[in-house]
């Protein structure tokens, strides 16, 4: 195997380690909380079905790559609770260290495209990365909304915070900002939001 195949096959390999990276957000059909794959691969075919919606063109193809990149800090990281204080005091410190190790599994000229594009998803400022980001945070939030706000009933989350959450992004698409609205009202009315 040339050297550039293998490093190519180790960044596959470690990259197996997020089906073992359990989220806070349940799966709908089964009792268990889904992995990182899973939300990856979700959110990755939620780009294409829903671009349609964003408020300004966006490049698919360059959004789903950053989509299914965007979690794989995590693995040296872990994940940390869009809910969750203290775990955000270090998460930016956690997640560059674990990025530029995992990413730099990888041929240079791959590990510095998939490190800016990881990068591109954190800093939020282009229509591409906040196109990803509405649906990173759309994606649990209709999953534990199906699943009667499991989730939130758990950590006992309240209306603001998860308006506060999506505030920022409510921008990028009108349809899905007012879907995102509806489903946070809806469950607050029903209890599932404190």
Not at 184 to 191: M, R, T, V
């Amino acid at each position: 195997m040339n050297e550039r195949l293998k490093k190519q096959v180790d960044f596959i390999l470690e990259l197996d380690k997020m089906k073992n990276l359990y989220r806070q957000t349940y799966v709908l059909h089964e009792n268990r909380k889904e992995n990182d794959a899973e939300h990856s691969w979700h959110i990755a075919i939620m780009a294409f079905m829903l671009a349609e919606y964003s408020n300004e063109p966006v490049d698919v193809f360059h959004v789903v790559k950053m989509l299914l990149l965007h979690d794989v800090v995590e693995i040296d990281a872990g994940d940390t609770y869009c809910y969750d204080k203290n775990g955000y005091k270090t998460k930016a410190d956690r997640e560059e260290k674990a990025a530029r190790r995992i990413f730099g599994l990888l041929p240079d000229d791959q590990r510095d495209e998939y490190y800016a594009l990881w990068r591109e998803f954190e800093d939020s400022e282009t229509p591409e990365a906040r196109f990803a980001a509405v649906l990173d945070r759309m994606q649990p939030l209709f999953l534990n909304y199906t699943k009667n706000g499991i989730s939130w009933q758990e950590h006992e989350v309240y209306k603001e915070q998860v308006l506060e959450r999506n505030r920022s992004y409510f921008s990028v698409s009108d349809e899905i900002a007012d879907a995102i609205k509806a489903v946070i009202n809806d469950a607050y009315d029903k209890g599932w939001l404190k």
